[in-house]
Antibody
Framework: EVQLVESGGGLIQPGGSLRLSCAASGFTVSSNYMSWVRQAPGKGLEWVSVIYSGGSTYYADSVKGRFTISRDNSKNTLYLQMNSLRAEDTAVYYC??????????????WGQGTLVTVSS | QSVLTQPPSVSGAPGQRVTISCTGSSSNIGAGYDVHWYQQLPGTAPKLLIYGNSNRPSGVPDRFSGSKSGTSASLAITGLQAEDEADYYCQSYDSSLRRVFGGGTKLTVL
């Protein structure tokens, strides 16, 4: 069964750092494009970052320079390193697999999400 | 402000047909990029509903259909059921190298 399970969320003070993990099963992370998508409380979905199978990475302007997407092929796991966190980064963070022919890809499946709360 | 524009809410009675629009621009939908739709039930992660403008993944009822024309796309739900009450999001690609979402539409089954 294809599955994604996120972890690492929690309460963090403004300016702090946090690393999210997304463990995959049923497919190989390194052979796929993988994204992070977030959803602020009561708000819509916002794409955050993508890592291509070749290793190229891209970020939304709102997180560029602060967040880093990476993967560990031996653990079949995707990561999101979040630094200089701000209150507006508070959200549920989902990892998702990019499916289909780029750039017309879609997200499937999605993980269950992990909540990040940035507050003092 | 989302790149793709959706109505905040729509509603319909059981058995009725509703449509949800998704309006973009010449840098995303109008540029020929595909539109995809997701359903998010309360308290759960989004789930793929329609991909490639009009294709249904295995397991999605044929009551759900998608279309695209020009700079817009639409999701239609026929034979509305109580379990369809959820938030719906459209998604596409923008020539600024970004994946973009609509702001979401809350469907209420009356």
């Amino acid at each position: 069964e294809v599955q994604l399970v996120e972890s690492g969320g929690g309460l963090i003070q403004p300016g702090g750092s946090l690393r999210l993990s997304c463990a995959a099963s049923g497919f190989t992370v390194s052979s796929n494009y993988m994204s992070w998508v977030r959803q602020a409380p009561g708000k819509g979905l916002e794409w955050v970052s993508v890592i291509y199978s070749g290793g190229s990475t891209y970020y939304a302007d709102s997180v560029k320079g602060r967040f880093t997407i990476s993967r560990d092929n031996s653990k079949n796991t995707l990561y999101l390193q979040m630094n200089s966190l701000r209150a507006e980064d508070t959200a549920v963070y989902y990892c998702a697999r990019d499916q289909g022919q780029q750039p017309n890809s879609w997200f499937d499946p999605w993980g269950q999400g992990t909540l990040v709360t940035v507050s003092s | 402000q989302s790149v793709l524009t959706q109505p905040p809410s729509v509603s319909g009675a059981p058995g009725q047909r509703v449509t949800i629009s998704c309006t973009g621009s010449s840098s995303n939908i109008g540029a020929g990029y595909d539109v995809h739709w997701y359903q998010q039930l309360p308290g759960t992660a989004p789930k793929l509903l329609i991909y490639g403008n009009s294709n249904r993944p295995s397991g999605v009822p044929d009551r759900f259909s998608g279309s695209k024309s020009g700079t817009s796309a639409s999701l239609a739900i026929t034979g509305l059921q109580a379990e369809d009450e959820a938030d719906y999001y459209c998604q596409s690609y923008d020539s600024s190298l970004r994946r973009v979402f609509g702001g979401g539409t809350k469907l209420t089954v009356l």
